[in-house]
């Protein structure tokens, strides 16, 4: 599915770079989530963490938080689709348009901008 943005009428346009840095983001959140845990179990078994270790957990709990802090733009009715949507280029339902979902995306992707502080 090609995932580009529409030029009229579209509140939530964002520079192209910055688009498809927050697809990216939220294609690679089930592997950022994987870490983080990963990262907090390896800290409960270890009392000594290196400096390294600290930052890259640090740096995957504030981009999970970001994501989900983003999520919360989305009705809960429409969360999973919109997700399965972008990460696994799965179809929509058929409970809504296909024009609600795309609008739910550009929508949870300019958040993540916003939350990112890629604006």
């Given at each position: 599915?090609?995932?580009?943005?529409?030029k009229?009428?579209?509140?939530?346009?964002?520079?192209?770079?910055?688009?498809?840095?927050?697809?990216?983001?939220?294609?690679?959140?089930?592997?950022?989530?994987?870490?983080?845990?990963?990262?907090?179990?390896?800290?409960?078994?270890?009392?000594?963490?290196?400096?390294?270790?600290?930052?890259?957990?640090?740096?995957?709990?504030?981009?999970?938080?970001?994501?989900?802090?983003?999520?919360?733009?989305?009705?809960?009715?429409?969360?999973?689709?919109?997700?399965?949507?972008?990460?696994?280029?799965?179809?929509?339902?058929?409970?809504?348009?296909?024009?609600?979902?795309?609008?739910?995306?550009?929508r949870?992707?300019?958040?993540?901008?916003?939350?990112?502080?890629?604006?």
């Open positions: 599915m090609r995932h580009y943005q529409p009229k009428n579209n509140p939530y346009k964002l520079p192209h770079n910055v688009y498809m840095q927050c697809l990216y983001m939220v294609r690679d959140y089930e592997r950022q989530r994987e870490e983080l845990q990963k990262t907090l179990n390896e800290a409960t078994q270890d009392d000594y963490k290196t400096s390294d270790e600290v930052m890259r957990s640090n740096a995957y709990k504030m981009r999970c938080e970001n994501i989900e802090k983003s999520f919360m733009v989305i009705p809960v009715e429409y969360r999973r689709a919109v997700l399965d949507g972008i990460i696994h280029d799965a179809g929509y339902p058929n409970n809504a348009s296909v024009e609600t979902y795309r609008r739910w995306r550009r949870l992707i300019h958040q993540i901008a916003v939350n990112n502080n890629l604006l």
